[in-house]
């Protein structure tokens, strides 16, 4: 089955640490994005990459890491220095037809202890 | 920067029947891509169906149709025969064809659908 996984679905960070999210996908899709979801409000881009080995700040970076070594795999690191981590992940793919369709993966709650 | 707009927090419906769910844009862009997701209690963020604004044809997906009034910056989802399997938060978003600037989805705050049995 083609699609974009997520994982975990819950992960839970106490103070100081820093947790990584994973994102993967089998759509051969060279773009790749991560949002973040706050209760009430719609997505916000945090980093994208449009290809491997390269990524750009979204309008809230500020706080999170990521890599993108694979065209697969796009992980995005929570580090200490986001203050306020509680939020819904969603990771997304996109296609260059269809007028650049975003597909989403499934997202993972991240709660802090 | 574009903003999309959601005037309707909440939105109820019986089923059957049709509901409209309102979006507004503002982008000083004149090609772009607008799109109507869907998220469900599973929070699997779904697309609903899409348009290109050079396409002046209102984009149409079995029961869920747009209406885009380009000089207007509207683009609003039209809900034919409502079944509860609609019932979700539905989200409309912006993207720019261009690619100037952040290559994302610029979303609304989203309308929560309720339907009535």
């Known amino acids: 089955d083609g699609g974009i996984t997520q994982s975990p679905k819950y992960l839970f960070r106490k103070e100081g640490q820093n947790v990584t999210l994973s994102c993967e996908q089998n759509l051969n899709h060279d773009a790749m994005y991560w949002y973040r979801q706050d209760p009430g409000q719609g997505l916000r881009l945090i980093y994208y990459s449009q290809i491997v080995n390269d990524f750009q700040k979204g309008d809230i970076a500020e706080g999170y890491s990521v890599s993108r070594e694979k065209k697969e795999s796009f992980p995005l690191t929570v580090t200490s220095a986001q203050k306020n981590p509680t939020a819904f992940y969603l990771c997304a793919s996109r296609t260059d037809r269809s007028a650049k369709t975003q597909y989403f993966g499934p997202g993972t709650r991240l709660l802090v202890l | ?117």
């Not at chain 2, 050079?54 to 809900?79: C, D, G, M, P, W």
């Not at chain 2, 409502?82 to 720019?96: I, P």
């Open chain 2, 1 to 117: 920067a574009q903003t999309v707009t959601q005037s309707q927090p909440e939105m109820s419906v019986q089923e059957a029947e049709t509901v409209t769910l309102s979006c507004t844009y503002d982008t000083s862009e004149s090609d772009y891509y607008l799109f109507w997701y869907k998220q469900p209690p599973s929070r699997q963020m779904i697309l609903v169906i899409r348009q290109e604004a050079y396409k002046q044809q209102n984009a149409t997906e079995n029961r869920f149709s747009v209406n885009f009034q380009k000089a207007a910056k509207s683009f609003s989802l039209k809900i034919s025969d409502s079944q509860l399997g609609d019932a979700a938060m539905y989200f409309c978003a912006y993207r720019s064809r261009s690619g100037g600037g952040a290559d994302g989805l610029t979303f609304g705050k989203g309308t929560h659908l309720i339907i009535q049995p």
